[in-house]
Nanobody, 123 residues
Framework: QVQLVESGGGLVQAGGSLRLSCAAS????????MAWFRQAPEQEREFVAA???????YYGDSVKGRFTISRDNAKNAVYLQMNSLKPEDTAVYYC?????????????????WGQGTQVTVSS
Protein backbone atom coordinates (compact mmCIF):
# COMPACT_ATOMS: atom_id res chain seq x y z
CA GLN A 1 0.00 0.00 0.00
CA VAL A 2 1.30 3.47 -0.91
CA GLN A 3 -0.20 6.79 0.12
CA LEU A 4 0.78 9.94 -1.74
CA VAL A 5 0.52 13.59 -0.75
CA GLU A 6 1.48 16.37 -3.17
CA SER A 7 2.55 19.88 -2.25
CA GLY A 8 4.20 22.90 -3.82
CA GLY A 9 1.54 24.08 -6.21
CA GLY A 10 0.54 27.70 -6.51
CA LEU A 11 0.26 30.75 -8.74
CA VAL A 12 3.26 31.83 -10.79
CA GLN A 13 3.86 34.14 -13.70
CA ALA A 14 4.79 32.83 -17.12
CA GLY A 15 8.50 32.13 -17.28
CA GLY A 16 8.68 31.36 -13.58
CA SER A 17 9.43 28.15 -11.73
CA LEU A 18 7.79 25.86 -9.20
CA ARG A 19 8.89 22.70 -7.49
CA LEU A 20 6.29 20.08 -6.68
CA SER A 21 6.86 17.47 -4.03
CA CYS A 22 5.18 14.15 -3.45
CA ALA A 23 5.56 12.49 -0.07
CA ALA A 24 4.95 8.76 -0.11
CA SER A 25 4.26 6.34 2.69
CA UNK A 26 4.77 2.62 2.49
CA UNK A 27 7.72 0.29 2.47
CA UNK A 28 7.44 -0.36 -1.26
CA UNK A 29 8.21 3.20 -2.36
CA UNK A 30 11.82 2.55 -3.28
CA UNK A 31 10.78 -0.11 -5.79
CA UNK A 32 7.86 1.86 -7.20
CA UNK A 33 7.69 3.49 -10.60
CA MET A 34 6.64 7.09 -9.91
CA ALA A 35 5.04 9.64 -12.18
CA TRP A 36 3.41 13.00 -12.46
CA PHE A 37 0.26 13.54 -14.48
CA ARG A 38 -1.80 16.67 -14.93
CA GLN A 39 -5.33 17.52 -15.86
CA ALA A 40 -6.66 20.87 -16.96
CA PRO A 41 -10.37 21.73 -16.89
CA GLU A 42 -12.33 19.93 -19.59
CA GLN A 43 -9.18 18.18 -20.83
CA GLU A 44 -7.98 14.62 -20.58
CA ARG A 45 -5.34 13.62 -18.09
CA GLU A 46 -1.87 14.09 -19.54
CA PHE A 47 1.37 12.30 -18.78
CA VAL A 48 4.03 14.73 -17.56
CA ALA A 49 7.02 12.75 -16.32
CA ALA A 50 8.01 9.45 -14.76
CA UNK A 51 10.99 7.94 -12.99
CA UNK A 52 11.96 4.35 -12.36
CA UNK A 53 13.29 3.06 -9.06
CA UNK A 54 16.84 3.27 -10.42
CA UNK A 55 16.37 6.81 -11.71
CA UNK A 56 15.55 6.40 -15.40
CA UNK A 57 13.41 9.33 -16.47
CA TYR A 58 10.71 9.87 -19.08
CA TYR A 59 8.95 13.07 -20.14
CA GLY A 60 5.92 14.15 -22.07
CA ASP A 61 6.70 16.06 -25.24
CA SER A 62 5.15 19.28 -23.97
CA VAL A 63 7.48 19.51 -20.96
CA LYS A 64 10.77 18.14 -22.29
CA GLY A 65 13.64 20.50 -21.58
CA ARG A 66 11.62 22.48 -19.03
CA PHE A 67 10.61 19.99 -16.32
CA THR A 68 12.81 17.63 -14.33
CA ILE A 69 11.62 14.69 -12.26
CA SER A 70 13.72 13.29 -9.45
CA ARG A 71 13.33 11.06 -6.43
CA ASP A 72 14.90 10.56 -3.03
CA ASN A 73 14.27 7.01 -1.88
CA ALA A 74 15.71 7.74 1.57
CA LYS A 75 13.03 10.39 2.08
CA ASN A 76 10.25 8.52 0.24
CA ALA A 77 9.77 11.51 -2.00
CA VAL A 78 9.54 12.40 -5.65
CA TYR A 79 9.88 15.89 -7.06
CA LEU A 80 8.97 17.80 -10.19
CA GLN A 81 11.03 20.90 -10.92
CA MET A 82 9.13 23.04 -13.39
CA ASN A 83 10.97 25.86 -15.17
CA SER A 84 9.98 28.25 -17.93
CA LEU A 85 6.35 27.76 -17.06
CA LYS A 86 3.69 28.63 -19.60
CA PRO A 87 -0.02 29.40 -19.17
CA GLU A 88 -0.79 26.09 -20.85
CA ASP A 89 0.92 24.32 -17.94
CA THR A 90 -2.00 25.36 -15.74
CA ALA A 91 -3.60 22.21 -14.34
CA VAL A 92 -4.03 20.04 -11.30
CA TYR A 93 -0.88 17.96 -10.96
CA TYR A 94 -1.12 14.43 -9.58
CA CYS A 95 1.55 12.15 -8.23
CA UNK A 96 1.10 8.46 -9.01
CA UNK A 97 2.81 5.21 -8.05
CA UNK A 98 2.99 1.86 -9.76
CA UNK A 99 4.36 -1.28 -8.17
CA UNK A 100 6.11 -3.25 -10.87
CA UNK A 101 9.29 -3.78 -12.83
CA UNK A 102 8.22 -2.37 -16.17
CA UNK A 103 7.95 1.10 -17.68
CA UNK A 104 4.59 2.76 -17.13
CA UNK A 105 3.59 5.91 -18.96
CA UNK A 106 -0.21 5.59 -19.05
CA UNK A 107 -2.41 6.74 -16.21
CA UNK A 108 -4.59 3.65 -16.22
CA UNK A 109 -1.55 1.54 -15.33
CA UNK A 110 -1.04 3.25 -11.98
CA UNK A 111 -2.17 1.78 -8.69
CA UNK A 112 -2.01 4.78 -6.36
CA TRP A 113 -2.78 8.48 -6.73
CA GLY A 114 -2.42 11.59 -4.64
CA GLN A 115 -5.14 14.18 -4.19
CA GLY A 116 -3.50 16.66 -6.58
CA THR A 117 -2.07 20.14 -6.30
CA GLN A 118 -3.15 23.13 -8.38
CA VAL A 119 -0.63 24.92 -10.56
CA THR A 120 -1.73 28.17 -12.17
CA VAL A 121 0.49 30.08 -14.58
CA SER A 122 -0.57 33.62 -15.40
CA SER A 123 0.34 35.32 -18.66
Amino acid sequence: QVQLVESGGGLVQAGGSLRLSCAASGRTFSSSFMAWFRQAPEQEREFVAAISWIGLTYYGDSVKGRFTISRDNAKNAVYLQMNSLKPEDTAVYYCAAKLGSGTYLRGREYDYWGQGTQVTVSS
